[in-house]
């Protein structure tokens, strides 16, 4: 008899996290399982990659209420003469306002505010799985009924005292904790020790197969650039520093290279990272691109890929570049070391502009250096599609 699974992750949009969901649902054997997936934002780009096998779920009430704009949704209030859903979007719209928060205090707001509004799935699941921290790993631990839960953590999990409290109350209701890299374990049991015995390791999962496949099919640079073409993907947000980015990319150019700087993403810093652009006189230097459903062919057309991020889980899309044998440069955030070996497959440097700027110039200047980066890539182990063994055991 087939387990039943639901999985649970804020949307399917082009982000680390989210595409190793997808290739993990690509590689479970369906044979054996029944898959469930709910989102909480629908219409992200990787949702055409999710098997046919996989059932996903209509969206939440809340979540089609949320996506209309406030005229509609009042009107739709009046209508059904139900104001709940318009006092919940409203009370979160005005507990994110008081000041610039981060994701954790963004999700304890969502749910304090709208989670007496979320209906509970009907079913009862074998195992349900929060395959992000924050909501759905709230929504896992609140609304579905399940013989087991599992909770993913694809984050450096720090947390200030008031949300530590809060998220509490909600691990304390899963079986098992997932970190996707030994550093995110670590982090997480400095924030929760008392987990430490149901905290495993299963990293992001990587098929290299499908990373080279999708590399040969789809769009890539369409700009007949004949420069040095730099890379960097994700969410435009804090966390990935594309300030440090936008100012390398300054002092890149204070040294006349021919390069163009290009950026895979979309997210809440956008207007402030355009703004910033125009600002440095860098519009026709560093480009931002939107979302692309299919990322590799512009990571295999790339000469650098560069990560700037404060803070990852694991950092799926270096792993991705190396996967296309692609040098990177990438600022020493808490997991870098999982897979980067300095001067080997890469280049590890500060967190600032200028650290970036001195990297990227070492891989340009140095021909030596990047022949032999991109020889270890070619000889380096593609790929880690083996981590699903460790989600059979897990599940059981």
Request: a positive charge.
């Amino acid at each position: 008899m087939k387990k039943n699974l639901l999985f649970v992750i804020d949307s399917l949009e082009c982000a680390g996290a989210e595409k190793s969901l997808v290739t993990l649902l690509s590689l479970l054997d369906y044979s054996n399982y029944s898959v469930d997936l709910m989102l909480f934002g629908h219409g992200g780009a990787l949702e055409e990659l999710v098997p046919e096998e996989v059932n996903l779920l209509k969206p939440l009430k809340y979540t089609k209420f949320s996506s209309l704009n406030l005229k509609d949704a009042l009107g739709n209030s009046i209508r059904e003469m139900d104001f709940r859903l318009l006092a919940a979007r409203m009370k979160y719209s005005i507990g994110i306002r008081k000041k610039k928060y981060g994701n954790p205090q963004k999700a304890r707001i969502f749910w304090q505010s709208a989670s007496d509004v979320l209906e509970n799935n009907p079913k009862t699941y074998d195992i349900a799985i929060s395959y992000a921290q924050g909501v759905p790993t709230f929504y896992v631990a609140e609304k579905v009924k399940a013989k087991k839960k599992y909770a993913w953590v694809n984050v450096s999990y720090r947390l200030n005292e008031k949300d530590k409290r809060f998220q509490k109350k909600y691990y304390d209701q899963y079986d098992k904790i997932v970190a996707v890299s030994d550093s995110t374990k670590e982090i997480l049991v400095e924030t929760f020790p008392e987990y430490l015995g149901k905290i495993k390791v299963i990293y992001d999962i990587n098929n290299s197969e499908f990373i080279s496949d999708m590399a040969n099919i789809g769009r890539s640079y369409e700009d007949n650039f004949e420069g040095i073409r730099i890379l960097t993907i994700g969410r435009l947000a804090h966390q990935k520093g594309y300030d440090i980015a936008v100012d390398a990319c300054k002092k890149l150019k204070s040294k006349g290279i021919k390069f163009k700087w290009y950026a895979l993403g979309k997210g809440p810093l956008e207007d402030d990272i355009k703004a910033k652009i125009k600002e440095n006189n860098l519009i026709d230097d560093f480009i931002l691109l939107g979302v692309k459903a299919n990322p590799y062919p512009y990571i295999r057309d790339a000469n650098i890929y560069v990560q700037t991020s404060r803070f990852e889980g694991f950092g799926l899309a270096i792993a991705e570049a190396r996967m296309l044998n692609i040098p990177v440069v990438t600022t020493r955030f808490d997991a870098v070391y999982n897979q980067m070996l300095e001067g080997k497959n890469g280049i590890v440097v500060d967190m600032d502009a200028e650290a970036v700027c001195e990297g990227i110039l070492k891989l340009i200047n140095d021909s030596n250096l990047r022949k032999n980066i991109i020889e270890y890539l070619q000889s380096e182990k593609k790929g880690n599609v083996e981590e699903i063994e460790k989600f059979y055991q897990l599940i059981g």
